[in-house]
C-alpha cells in the first residue's frame, strides 16, 4: 500500500529565488505526476490527471508569460529558440484539451498519455539545454528572483495534492475549465511581476 | 552450458562495418525501460571503451605496421560497437539520471561478482568497493531530488536500496593504500580474470564519465560532488586494476578482453528483457567471436602459447543483473568501518589515512556531507529507498 503522493516544487524549503531551478523542480513534479497517473486507475487515475493537466496548464503559462519573454528578448538567436519552444508547446497543449475531453476509461487515454509524456519530456529538457542555460548565464540574481516571482505565483494556481474523493464535478466547476485558468494564471503573474493585465 | 566461444565462427570482420542507418539506434524509454537493460547497456559501453583505448595502448607499444593495421581494423569495428550500446541511452535523459543508473550498475554489478569470485583475497577487493559504491547512489539520489525533484527509485525502481553506504568522506586514503596485490595468473581461476576486467572497466568508465560530466553542472554543490566522487573513482581504478598480474603478456591481455566481451554479451543476451536491445547483443556477440579469433591467432604467432592455456575450459555461469539486497545488507552490518593499509584492509583509522582525510578536507565538510545538509535544509528528511528495513547498522538509521 504505497501510497503515491507527487509534491510541487513550492512544496521544499528552498529559498526560490532562482527560476530557473524552480522550472527545473517543476519539470519533475510534471514527470511525478505522468508516473502517477500511469500507476493509478478509477478514481484516483482522474484526480492525478486532473491535477497534471492543471500543473501543464500553469507550467506552461508561466513559462511564456515569463520566461520566453525574456529569452526572445535577451539571448542571441532567442527569437529562434523560442519560436521551437512554442510550436511544441502548442502541440502539447492541443494533446492535453484532447486527452482532458476524453475519458480515462478509453482505451485510447493511456497511449495517447504516453505519447504526450514523450513530446512533453523532449519539450522540457530543450527548455533546459537551449534556453534555460542562457538565462543563467546572462541574468543578474535580482531578474532571476523578480522570475521566479512570477513562476510561484502561477504555481499557486494549480493545486496538485490529491483531493481524495472531490476530483468530481464539483472539484472541476471549482477550478473551472482549462482555458479559463490558463486566463487567470496569466492574470496573477502579471500582478506578481508588477505589470498590469 | 554448451556454448564455447572458441569453437564458435562469427560475423567475418569484413562484413562487420555498419552504416548510418544501422548505427541509428532507437534508444530506450527511460521512464519504462527494464533498470537492468539500462544497466547492461552500462556496462557494455564500460566494456567497448576499455577495448578501445587497450587496443590504442597497445598500437602505440607495437612496431610492425601490419600489425598495427590488423589492430587499427578491428579497433574501427569495436568504436562502431561503443557507439551503437551506449547510444542506446536516451538524450531526454539527465546527466544525473544516467549517474544515478552507473551508480546501480556499480553496486549490483560489483556486489554479484563479490558473491561469484572464487578467490577469498579478490573477493574481498569486490566487498570493500562496493560499500563505497553504494553509499555514492545514496548521495547522488539526495542531489537529484533537490534539481530534478524526483526520487531515485522512479530509476532503480526497488531493485536496489538506497542508503548510506560507508560514508564517502572515509573514501579518501592516501594513493598507496589503493594499490592492491595482483592474481598470479599461472594458478588463478580463469574466471577471476573475467571478473578483474569486467568491474575494471566499468569503475573507468564511471571515472571518465564524472570527470567530463561533472562540469556540466551550474548548480555548486552538483560540481562539487561531481570532484568529489570523481576523484573516488581514481581510487578505485587504482583498486581493481591492481588486482589484474602484470605478467601477462600483452597478447594474453588482448585475448583476455576479446573472451570477456564474448562472454558479457553472451549473458546479457540471454537475459535481456527488450528484445531490440537483446538483437544487439545478439549481433555484437557474433561479431566478437571473430575478435577473439583474431587474437588468438596474434597470440599464438607472437607468444607462441595456445590461448586455451590461459582460458577457461568452458565459459562460465552467466553474468547476471539481479538485485543483491540481502548480501549488500550483510556486508552493511560487518564491513562498514574497513579502511586499506597497504595490500590489506584495517578496522582503524591509521596514522597514513589520517593524514590524507586532514589534507584533502581541510577542516571543512566535504560535498558528500554538505549535500546531505542541503537536502536536509529544503525538505526536511533525507531520501532513502529501504525496501527491506531499516538500515542495518543502528548508527546509520535516520534521526538517531
Known sequence: MTEIHTHRAGDDHAADNDVVALLMRQHGDIRNLFDEVEQSTGDRRKDAFRRLVRLLAVHETAEEEVVHPFARRSLPGGEQVVEDRLAEERAAKEALSALDDMDIDDPKFLPRLLALREDVQAHARAEERYEFTHIRRSTDAAKLALMAKGVKAAEAMAPTRPHPGVESAAANVALGPVAALMDRTKDAVRKAMGHDG | ?400
Not at chain 2, 568529489?228 to 581504478?237: N, R, Y
Not at chain 2, 588486482?243 to 583476455?256: A, F, H, M, R, S
Not at chain 2, 597497504?342 to 560535498?367: C, K, L, S
Open chain 2, 1 to 400: 552450458m554448451t556454448f564455447n566461444p572458441l569453437e564458435q565462427r562469427g560475423i567475418p570482420l569484413d562484413r562487420q562495418l555498419r552504416n548510418w542507418r544501422e548505427l541509428n539506434v532507437e534508444p530506450i524509454d527511460p521512464d519504462h525501460c527494464d533498470p537492468y537493460t539500462r544497466c547492461r547497456i552500462i556496462t557494455m559501453n564500460g566494456i567497448e571503451v576499455e577495448a578501445i583505448m587497450f587496443s590504442h595502448q597497445l598500437a602505440r607499444n607495437t612496431a610492425d605496421p601490419e600489425i598495427k593495421r590488423q589492430l587499427a581494423r578491428t579497433r574501427y569495428i569495436e568504436a562502431q560497437q561503443q557507439k551503437a550500446v551506449n547510444w542506446l541511452l536516451p538524450g531526454v535523459s539527465s546527466v544525473l539520471e544516467t549517474t544515478i543508473a552507473y551508480e546501480q550498475v556499480a553496486v549490483d554489478l560489483t556486489a554479484w561478482i563479490a558473491r561469484m569470485e572464487p578467490d577469498p583475497y579478490l573477493q574481498q577487493a569486490y566487498q570493500f568497493g562496493v560499500l563505497e559504491d553504494f553509499d555514492h547512489l545514496y548521495r547522488y539520489a539526495n542531489l537529484y531530488e533537490m534539481i530534478e525533484h524526483r526520487k531515485a527509485e522512479s530509476i532503480v525502481d526497488g531493485l536496489t536500496e538506497v542508503m548510506p553506504g560507508r560514508p564517502t568522506k572515509f573514501h579518501h586514503r592516501n594513493p598507496v593504500d589503493n594499490v592492491r596485490d595482483p592474481y598470479d595468473r599461472t594458478r588463478t581461476d580463469p574466471l577471476s580474470k573475467l571478473h578483474a576486467l569486467t568491474v575494471l572497466s566499468a569503475e573507468q568508465q564511471t571515472m571518465n564519465f564524472y570527470m567530463n560530466t561533472g562540469p556540466t553542472y551550474m548548480e555548486p554543490i552538483a560540481r562539487q560532488l561531481y570532484q568529489e566522487i570523481g576523484l573516488i573513482e581514481e581510487e578505485h581504478v587504482t583498486h581493481y586494476e591492481s588486482l589484474v598480474d602484470p605478467g601477462e603478456t600483452w597478447w594474453e591481455q588482448l585475448v583476455n578482453h576479446e573472451y570477456n566481451e564474448c562472454y558479457l554479451y553472451y549473458s546479457f543476451m540471454e537475459q535481456e528483457s527488450d528484445p531490440k536491445v537483446k538483437a544487439i547483443w545478439d549481433l555484437h556477440l557474433n561479431m566478437e567471436l571473430e575478435h577473439l579469433h583474431i587474437a588468438c591467432d596474434l597470440m599464438r604467432r607472437h607468444d607462441g602459447r595456445e590461448p586455451q592455456e590461459v582460458l577457461a575450459p568452458r565459459l562460465p555461469n552467466v553474468l547476471t543483473f539481479e538485485p543483491n539486497k540481502a548480501y549488500v545488507r550483510e556486508l552493511l552490518d560487518t564491513q562498514m568501518d574497513l579502511t586499506t593499509l597497504g595490500a590489506g584492509y584495517v578496522r582503524d583509522a591509521h596514522e597514513r589515512f589520517e593524514q590524507m582525510q586532514e589534507q584533502i578536507h581541510g577542516g571543512e565538510q566535504p560535498p558528500s556531507e554538505r549535500v546531505m545538509t542541503q537536502h536536509d535544509q529544503m525538505f526536511g528528511r533525507e531520501y532513502r529507498l529501504e525496501t527491506e528495513g531499516e538500515h542495518p547498522d543502528p548508527a546509520m538509521r535516520e534521526n538517531t
